[in-house]
């Protein structure tokens, strides 16, 4: 027999065990009848007491009657006929139930993936005239809105249809093919929108860990922002939280997908600030950028090495960027962090 | 590792020798291989011991599945025990031979008890199997 198979026969046998009365129980008044004299015998003898028998502590497993009037077993392919000694005929079900079961995301991600496809497969076709460009971004524009994207809604998580759709991994992997084919203001408002909710996405995403899926087109946004834009970024990314003694910005060094978007997100910045092209800030964006610089950088000293995590992607440029603000100490220790 | 400390259970039998006595009196030897909540067994390398006084003889039988309720009891054999017997094994065939002549000479005896009976006007209905109601 394979302990499997014995932990088994085990677990039935302790069910069996438990008794709801145990005054009427013979067996059990018996064995501590037993073993309440033994103990005292022992004790008259001038035994010291001994070590208390191993006591058995059965698991309780609740015993739960359940009956249902239609069983569905799981992947079959319809009705299979049930009996059981509660009836020897189980009802069949004649209308097909197999929706309702899913998720209420699952649906919505599934029917919006169907006409995602749709749009990749517009895409495909070589060439492209006009009408068909048009008809494409109608498409396109008809599941960013059926997204229903509130950008830093203020509302709870749970009610955030997108959010709850960025929570399932088929829901990362759709704002993720979607994110090419829209406009870059639609795109800029899904990014804005998961970095407001960043701690929270992440939080969810423990168990998956798919939000690196959504780096690379994020990536391609981010590279396309202006400078007002980027600020307003890593504005939400360094806003303190109510509920949170940590930053954002510390929360995500420790995820994969937060500090590549943070890296992302900054390498950006140094380009655009080490270009020659105008910038056309808006009042205030140059302090704010400095200021999320010197955050950055207090957070990457401050958290340990052991809870960084290495990123999907290193600019080259992120070292450039703090030696222009910090002092030459500062930077070599960031380097050794970064590393 | 005793699994569950002050009760019984079969677990700790498992891929020993055991000896079990069935209701309908056969008695087995084997390896007690699996069992479940019932106590149905699965004995493996299963040898039917037929006892007729003194004598016995060893029937192999395999592999036996025996249902739970079937069974009076069972223990499991020391090995080294096992070889000090004062009883003689015999082959299958006297043994069979034995044991019927023993059961001719039972069925003798109780047709005379019950005729006996008859005469002084008693009658006493013939249990048939072990099994009583």
């Given at each position: 027999m394979t302990s499997k198979e014995k932990?088994?026969?085990?677990?039935?046998?302790?069910?069996q065990l438990q008794s709801e009365n145990m005054d009427d129980d013979y067996y059990y008044q018996m064995y501590y009848h037993r073993l309440e004299q033994r103990q005292a015998e022992e004790e008259l003898l001038g035994w010291r007491n001994r070590q208390e028998p191993p006591k058995l502590v059965t698991p309780f497993i609740q015993k739960v009657e359940t009956y249902n009037s239609v069983v569905r077993i799981a992947g079959s392919l319809g009705q299979v006929a049930v009996s059981t000694c509660y009836s020897p005929r189980r009802a069949i079900d004649a209308v097909h139930h197999a929706l309702v079961e899913e998720v209420g995301e699952g649906r919505l991600c599934w029917q919006l993936f169907l006409q995602l496809l749709e749009v990749e497969e517009m895409q495909r076709k070589m060439s492209l005239a006009a009408e068909e460009q048009e008809q494409k971004s109608q498409e396109a524009e008809r599941i960013y809105q059926a997204l229903k994207i509130r950008a830093c809604s203020s509302e709870e998580e749970a009610e955030d249809e997108f959010l709850q759709l960025l929570c399932v991994q088929k829901g990362k992997k759709l704002t993720a093919r979607l994110l090419p084919h829209l406009s870059p203001e639609q795109a800029e408002k899904i990014l804005l929108t998961i970095t407001h909710h960043l701690p929270f996405?992440?939080?969810?995403?423990?168990?998956?860990?798919?939000?690196?899926?959504?780096?690379?087109?994020?990536?391609?946004?981010?590279g396309r922002m202006t400078f007002s834009k980027l600020i307003e970024v890593l504005q939400e990314m360094s806003r303190p939280l109510p509920e949170s003694p940590e930053l954002p910005i510390t929360m995500a060094l420790k995820n994969q997908f937060g500090i590549s978007l943070l890296y992302s997100l900054l390498s950006h910045g140094e380009k655009l600030l080490s270009s020659d092209t105008p910038l056309e800030p808006c009042s205030g964006d140059f302090e704010t950028w400095t200021d999320v610089v010197f955050l950055v950088a207090r957070e990457l000293s401050q958290v340990p090495k052991a809870s960084l995590v290495e990123p999907l992607f290193l600019?080259?440029?992120?070292?450039?960027?703090?030696?222009?603000?910090?002092?030459?100490?500062?930077?070599?220790?960031?380097?050794?962090?970064?590393? | 590792m005793n699994y569950m400390p002050g009760t019984a259970s079969l677990i700790q039998d498992i891929d020993k020798k055991h000896l079990v006595l069935l209701r309908d009196g056969r008695t087995l030897i084997g390896y007690l291989r699996s069992i479940d909540q019932f106590a149905n067994l699965v004995l493996h390398q299963t040898v039917e011991r037929i006892h007729v006084g003194k004598k016995y003889g060893d029937i192999p039988r395999g592999i036996f599945v025996v249902r739970g309720e079937n069974v009076v009891l069972l223990g499991e054999i020391d090995l080294e025990k096992e070889s000090d017997t004062l009883l003689q094994q015999v082959s299958i065939e006297e043994i069979l031979e034995e044991?019927?002549?023993?059961?001719?000479?039972?069925?003798?005896?109780?047709?005379?008890?019950?005729?006996?009976?008859?005469?002084?006007?008693?009658?006493?209905?013939?249990?048939?199997?072990l099994d009583e109601y």
């Open positions: 932990d088994w026969v085990i677990k039935v046998e302790m069910i996405l992440m939080k969810k995403d423990v168990l998956d860990e798919s939000l690196p899926l959504l780096y690379s087109p994020l990536n391609k946004v981010v600019p080259s440029n992120l070292l450039s960027l703090f030696c222009r603000y910090l002092d030459k100490q500062t930077v070599h220790h960031l380097e050794a962090k970064m590393e | 044991q019927r002549v023993e059961q001719q000479a039972k069925q003798e005896s109780e047709r005379l008890k019950v005729q006996a009976l008859k005469e002084r006007g008693l009658c006493v209905p013939r249990a048939d199997t």
